[in-house]
């Protein structure tokens, strides 16, 4: 195996089009597909220049762009990918049919979508996913961001189709954000849409703010004790998360159990 076996590598790089794994030069085209037709990889793009003596990189040196001639990388069904990109950008498109999660770095794409697919998608820390041209996010799989991740589309930041957890960042789009639901914010968060100029250009920017409502059912928040109650079919319970006044009278009706947290 290129990787004798150990699930876990670095992907050292001192030029675009030539790759070192612990010792081994390697065209990029082919390392990029071989490596991720290992299950539940662990794939760390670090853009060094490696001791041959070694299998520790030492000198970090440049970004990587995967070539325009080779076929992009794509995670098949079966596997769980987590790329920590180390502060770095990797320029291209990865199409997740499985599972991914990104960290610590940028991935841009000039010319599309940065990430296309059906598969889990988690994106954490210091992570910028940008598109130049198009939607940068496009899954219809369940997509989950905590702050301070910046994902920014020509045309959406993110099109999703299944489940979205939105725990922090920002999310910027041309068009609009956010095509499709936020389905979960944090607990007294709420998201929240306004307008800023990029470049010249105006873009929707959706980030979270402090609740307007004080009454949660599930991930959704209310500003009236009636609005909570209406919101459960017959038993559940309302969660208060801040002091408020319900300003309306509250009628529950028969047949409903209601617990108020």
Known sequence: KLVTGVQTCALPIYDENLLIVKGLDLRTEFILEALLRYENLQL??????????????????????????????????GQTVTIDLNG???????????????????????????IVGDGFVTLSGDTNVI??????IETNGQLTISEPVVIRGEKYAVDTKYLFTFNGGTLIGREKAVNGAINATPT???????QDVYDGKQYEVVTLREASGFLQVGDNVYTTLQEAIDAIDEEGTIYLIKDGTSSVSSTIANGKKITLD
Do not use: C, H, M, W
């Open 88 to 114: 770095f950008t990797l320029t291209g498109k990865i199409t997740n049919n499985s599972g991914l999660t990104l960290s610590n770095g940028t991935l841009y794409n000039p010319d599309g979508s940065a």
């Open 131 to 136: 598109s130049d041209s198009d939607t940068a």
């Open 188 to 194: 007294g968060t709420e998201a929240f849409a306004s």
């Open 44 to 77: 760390s793009v670090i853009n060094v220049k490696i001791d041959k003596s070694s299998t520790e990189p030492n000198e970090i040196l440049t970004n990587y762009i995967i070539p325009r001639n080779s076929d992009q990388p794509v995670i098949k069904e």
